[in-house]
């Protein structure tokens, strides 16, 4: 699968919330459905984990600054959340 691809349509035909503060209230929300966290996340919560409270957690090799041009944007982003991934296959990427 495409990642960046698959990012930009879940941006465009799913609901995504940008960032770390937005993932994580999404997360303990219970309302995110995966969460994708570049390796320069500040947050250590989603760092070293493959879950965060239940929600698979995959993690993005590159650094925000790389997720975020991935996603189309012209700033970084250190974490988002896939709320619903629109038609984006998005959701079967490999959390292990």
Known sequence: MDLA??????LQT????VGVHEAVKSAEAKKARLLIVS???PDKRLT??????RIPVYH?????VELGAACGKPFPISALAVLDPGTSAILSLETA
């Open 5 to 10: 691809h698959a990012l930009k349509v879940a």
């Open 60 to 64: 993005y090799e590159g650094t925000a």
């Open 39 to 41: 390796s320069s996340c």
């Open 14 to 17: 799913g609901t995504v919330k």
């Open 48 to 53: 070293g984990e493959r879950r965060f409270d």
